[in-house]
């Protein structure tokens, strides 16, 4: 089967401050045409900037090592593969801050969807929107039974925080909340169709205040993808968001277009419990 070029897939990315002082994120956007891939992806650092920065250079080029040698039969297993292995090289060379990721993969007709922390991916559809990741949240009980298992504690300091420090129950890094804090992501594998529009992909900055189904009729407002990320940013500070935010919104429409499938499909969910 041949599938329509990743070159058809445009992208904007837009990065603010905020009121840090001092800037934490990083993303990614990769294209491989004779692999028909093609990904987006947001890394929202905490601590510090280091682990955030080597994530968004090592993930998805490990992912694509491992994708080359072994073939598409098990993308699920080699994505979570890619953010242990990101996540294990964080700690080993000593690196003590942490980061969230949010990966958009495209593979062909297929998209992979992987998050860890409360980074999210959101896409658009005939109904509206679908938020293809999930939040890592302290308090969640599944979340909160995982880390007291294992010795760990839910403190609440205004909100609830794995040992009282971290408000997100998975990320790559955090040498010092190991083992609470763990990397395997939430992974969503599906079929792209025409009714796929764009996708966000954004910080938690963002979605503290904005409903994903307004940032999708946001970006159906103001159609090209550079000037949508532009614009959610400034949306989300009208609104009132003090945290560093960094948006890529994709364009999807000339590359789906071009798909035989009028509705999208989710194949598999995945997410080890670690």
């Not at 004779?34 to 947001?42: D, H, P, R, T």
């Not at 682990?51 to 297993?77: C, H, Q, W």
């Not at 801050?97 to 593979?107: E, Q, R, W």
Request: charged residues 30%; proline residues 3%; aromatic residues 10%.
């Amino acid at each position: 089967m041949i599938f329509p070029s990743v070159d058809l897939i445009k992208t904007g990315v837009c990065e603010e401050i905020g009121l840090r002082e001092s800037y934490e994120d990083s993303y990614a956007i990769y294209r491989v045409e004779n692999l028909s891939f093609f990904s987006a992806e947001i890394y929202d650092g905490h601590g510090g900037h280091k682990a955030a920065e080597i994530a968004s250079e090592m993930l998805t080029p490990y992912f694509l090592n491992l994708l080359k040698s072994k073939g598409d039969e098990d993308v699920i297993r080699m994505i979570e593969e890619s953010y242990l292995a990101v996540d294990t090289y964080l700690i080993e060379r000593g690196i003590r801050s942490g980061t969230t990721a949010a990966l958009f993969y495209v593979i062909g007709e297929r998209f992979f969807a992987s998050n860890a922390g409360d980074s999210r991916i959101v896409i658009g559809t005939e109904d509206g929107v679908k938020v293809l990741t999930k939040d890592h949240k302290p308090y969640l009980p599944n979340e909160r039974q995982r880390i007291e298992k294992k010795g760990g504690r839910v403190i609440t300091y205004d909100i609830p925080r794995v040992q009282g420090i971290l408000a997100i129950s998975r990320a790559l890094g955090n040498p010092s909340l190991k083992p609470y804090v763990i990397a395997n992501p939430f992974i969503v594998e599906g079929y792209l169709s025409r009714e796929n529009d764009y996708a966000i992909i954004a910080c938690d900055g963002v979605w503290d205040v904005i409903e994903p189904e307004d940032a999708i009729n946001l970006a159906r407002k103001k159609m090209e993808a550079q000037t949508i990320a532009e614009y959610v940013t400034r949306e989300a500070l009208r609104l009132g968001s003090t945290d560093n935010i960094t948006v890529v919104v994709v364009d999807l429409r000339d590359y789906t277009g071009k798909l035989k499938r009028e509705k999208m499909e989710t194949l598999r969910v995945w997410e080890n419990e670690g």
